[in-house]
């Protein structure tokens, strides 16, 4: 088969293996955020984050909804990632960045900045100029879900995306922080297929938790800590308060080498 009818036969954007396909071909995280910009593989994702769009909050009622998948948000040369759960409905799907536009993405751009991780404390929308530093924002899913809930399907479907986003990555990662036991769940199997090798039994999610995975013949150690989500449930009730969000960013921030 030449180049042409290989081309020829790739998935589609609408087609449930456009990310199986394409994810582990990108060759950089510009050409990974591009395609992932792209993606319709899920059907319930693709018309949520497209009526929300279309009806809007009136908060919001003048804005031009992104209403496409969110790509990762952060230097490509990242020695942390940091790993949530998926866009929200009128966050990240509104405003192309993310975490950015909800108050869970607030509370975490604010804990960025009190580590010394993000050059401003609020990240309003993609163009406002905010920087990361050292520290790459992604999610299991890329697509805002109703009720913020993907089902197990949507997270398999896109999972290519995160295991190429952290592969790309890869080089010079040293620590992944998790926010919330549907992330962790779902970087525990990327790992695992990428060539780390995870203890048994598998570590359990907890805020606080450390895992330290080891060197292998082809991975650096790597060290996966969790966090409860910054989701206003925790935040409000104080199961996560800023202090301790910040605690363990800034223990990332000195896993990964990073001075601030």
């Known amino acids: 088969m030449d180049a ?9 954007p609408d087609d449930p293996d456009f990310p199986a396909h394409h994810a ?27 009526e929300v769009a279309e009806v809007r909050r009136a908060a919001f009622r003048d804005w031009d909804y992104w209403a496409r998948p969110v790509p990762g948000f952060g230097p490509v040369d990242a020695k942390v990632a940091v790993v949530g759960l998926a866009p929200a409905a009128h966050g990240g799907n509104r405003t192309g960045r993310m975490f950015t536009g909800d108050a869970a993405g607030d509370f975490l751009f604010a804990a960025l900045h009190e580590a010394g991780l993000a050059s401003s404390p609020h990240s309003l929308h993609a163009g ?20 913020n809930k993907p089902t197990p ?16 990555l890869s080089p010079g990662l ?21 060539g780390w090798r995870l203890p048994r039994p598998r570590p359990v999610f907890g805020h606080g938790a450390h895992v330290v995975l080891p060197a292998t013949d082809h991975r650096q150690e790597l060290h996966l800590l969790g966090s409860y989500h910054p989701s206003q449930r925790n935040t409000f009730t104080g199961r996560l308060t800023m202090p301790m969000l910040v605690d363990v960013l800034r223990e990332a921030a000195g896993l990964g080498g990073i001075a601030v």
């Open 174 to 194: 040293r620590a992944v922080v998790v926010l919330g036991g549907f992330g962790w769940q779902a970087v525990l199997p990327v790992l695992a297929d990428a």
């Open 153 to 168: 399907q949507e997270r398999d479907t896109c999972r290519p995306w995160l295991a190429a986003e952290l592969e790309l």
């Open 4 to 12: 042409t009818d290989t081309a020829d036969t790739a998935p589609g």
């Open 24 to 50: 582990p071909r990108c060759a950089g995280p510009g050409e990974l955020d591009g395609l992932v910009t792209q993606c319709r593989a899920c059907p319930r994702l693709v018309a949520w984050r497209e």
């Open 128 to 147: 406002d100029g905010l920087a990361l530093h050292g520290v790459r924002l992604t999610s299991p899913v890329h697509c805002a879900p109703p009720a």
